[in-house]
């Protein structure tokens, strides 16, 4: 069973960190390029969409697991590495959280309202705080392999 979690833990956290890659690196910065502010705003949005139902799927998936690891473990047995990645794994989930309630929830309601302005602005958010939790999920892999 531990295997399983640590399988299933290693392939949310693909998914999540992998997407995320996807969207900054490739679609982004091609949307951006290509597209008039209301097509890549309603691509944008509709592709968050999509993709964020995979991140909440992901943060389950990772929390439970990650909590069956350290519990069959041993709270106090478990490596520093997996403390660190706990701690940095619940600051994704509170950054993700807000912005999912937060900016997001905007833009979905600019982007209906053709407001295209504010759906830039909330965009830009959602950028910043994807660009947080990106580092926060590679500081979470670096405490696993580099802290003891």
Same mark, same amino acid.
């Given at each position: 069973?531990?295997?399983?979690?640590?399988?299933?833990?290693?392939?949310?956290?693909?998914?999540?960190? +992998?997407? *995320? *890659?996807?969207?900054?690196?490739?679609?982004? &910065?091609?949307?951006?390029? /290509? $597209? /008039?502010?209301? !097509?890549?705003?309603?691509?944008?949005?509709?592709?968050?969409?999509?993709?964020? *139902?995979?991140?909440?799927?992901? *943060?389950?998936? $990772?929390?439970?697991? +990650?909590?069956?690891?350290?519990?069959?473990?041993?709270?106090?047995?478990? &490596? @520093?590495?997996?403390?660190?990645? $706990? +701690?940095?794994?619940?600051?994704?989930?509170?950054?993700?959280?807000?912005?999912?309630?937060? &900016?997001? @929830?905007?833009?979905?309601?600019?982007?209906?309202?053709?407001?295209? &302005?504010?759906?830039?602005?909330? $965009?830009?958010?959602?950028?910043?705080?994807?660009?947080?939790?990106?580092?926060?999920?590679? !500081?979470?892999?670096?405490?696993?392999?580099?802290?003891?």
């Amino acid at each position: 069973m531990l295997m399983l979690s640590k399988f299933l833990h290693l392939a949310a956290a693909i998914i999540w960190l +992998g997407g *995320v *890659v996807f969207m900054l690196t490739s679609l982004r &910065p091609v949307a951006i390029a /290509q $597209l /008039q502010p209301s !097509a890549r705003l309603t691509l944008l949005s509709a592709v968050l969409v999509r993709f964020f *139902v995979l991140v909440w799927v992901s *943060v389950i998936a $990772l929390l439970l697991t +990650g909590l069956h690891m350290m519990i069959s473990t041993g709270m106090g047995n478990a &490596p @520093k590495g997996w403390h660190w990645m $706990l +701690g940095l794994g619940l600051a994704m989930f509170a950054v993700f959280g807000h912005l999912y309630f937060g &900016p997001f @929830k905007r833009l979905k309601r600019a982007v209906a309202r053709a407001d295209w &302005p504010r759906a830039s602005v909330h $965009l830009s958010n959602i950028h910043k705080l994807v660009v947080a939790n990106f580092c926060l999920g590679w !500081a979470a892999v670096a405490a696993v392999v580099f802290v003891s």
